[in-house]
């Protein structure tokens, strides 16, 4: 992040000095191949959510309510523009371990998922499939998907395109020890969908504590990471995901949208992350739901070198670019010698 900040400084102060603008003076010291257009930028408006998280799904009237919630955080996202809107994980309800153990609630033991309330739970996803339609809005929220008995649930998040249509579903592939234990068959492949042109992927739960998944993703030429989470126990462990997740976007230099809990946003609400590892905006810390809006457009001077520069760069060095300039020579391969 600092050698970006030091480029972005080189770049304005030869604006400054010549009067041209940014753009123009970054062509200066990344001169574009003869003959090459300009590559077109791409923008969606993204709304990242952050929702208050019901854990009884034995419960008809919690599910209706957070189906309720997810409805209005929708319509307050298409009234500010917003294309695409983010939810945390289990928006529609993230099932306690202890409520839904054969052996609770006061030991921990495999979830019965008979208790689960799934006509109301697919009710409420139709409802909110049907919005997503009438808004025109690409929806991702958090849900647990069910599978055919006696196989375990996937925790997933759906994304419900603009035509109201489940477009993909990805399920969590790095599951917490007791949700691997005793609640959740894992997921076992990356998803990526577009939107207007914009590439995004999805992670969830507690990948973040896992590079490889944004790695991957990188490769997979995403512009940005849908990250939803319930957060963390402790306050700290809600910061070091955060932390985390600002340390991806910085490393592969795309933008990572972190929707979580509103319970837990006194220690990190919700917000998106830039290609250069700093937040774009936050949601407010004081427990209430809420949309927090952000426009992605990989054409704007803020990201370019992130984006132009430092990912392509990246990409350049993986691919070989030292294997030519490595030199077999005594004094490199003995490790006892000054």
């Given amino acids: 992040m600092t050698a970006n900040r030091n480029f972005k400084r080189r770049v304005r102060a030869r604006a400054a000095k010549t009067g041209e603008s940014y753009t123009a003076s970054l062509r200066h010291f990344r001169p574009a191949p003869t003959g090459d257009a300009a590559p077109e930028g791409k923008r969606v408006r993204l709304a990242v959510a952050q929702t ?21 955080l929708m319509r307050e996202a298409h009234r500010a523009g917003a294309k695409l809107v983010h939810f945390p994980e289990g928006a529609t309800c993230f099932p306690h371990k202890r409520l839904m153990s054969v052996n609770g609630p006061d030991e921990v033991g495999p979830a019965d998922w008979d208790r689960f309330a799934w006509d109301v739970l697919r009710q409420e996803l139709n409802a909110t499939a049907e919005l997503a339609r009438e808004l025109r809005l690409w929806t991702v929220l958090g849900s647990v998907h069910r599978l055919t008995a006696p196989h375990r649930p996937h925790n997933s998040l759906y994304v419900i395109s603009d035509r109201g249509e489940v477009a993909t579903r990805y399920d969590e592939r790095m599951l917490s ?10 997921g076992t492949k990356p998803v990526t969908f577009e939107v207007d042109g914009m590439r995004f992927g999805c992670a969830l739960g507690m990948e973040v504590h896992f590079p490889e998944v944004f790695i991957e993703y990188e490769r997979l030429d995403v512009d940005c990471v849908l990250f939803s989470t319930t957060g963390a126990v402790s306050p700290h462990d809600s910061r070091l995901f955060a932390t985390e997740a600002q340390g991806h976007a910085s490393a592969n230099s795309y933008w990572v949208s972190f929707a979580s809990p509103a319970q837990h946003s006194g220690s990190v609400p919700s917000g998106v992350v830039g290609p250069d590892g700093e937040w774009l905006a936050q949601g407010p810390r004081d427990g209430t739901a809420s949309v927090t809006v952000v426009d992605l457009d990989t054409a704007s001077s803020d990201v370019e070198v992130a984006v132009s520069v430092a990912r392509p760069w990246r990409r350049t060095a993986r691919a070989g670019l030292y294997e030519p300039h490595v030199v077999r020579d005594p004094r490199s391969d003995d490790r006892s010698l000054f």
């Fill in 52 to 72: 208050v998280i019901r854990e009884d799904p034995r419960d008809a009237t919690e599910l209706r309510a957070s189906g309720a919630d997810l409805r209005s």
């Fill in 177 to 186: 020890h007791t949700k691997i234990s005793y609640m959740y068959a894992p």
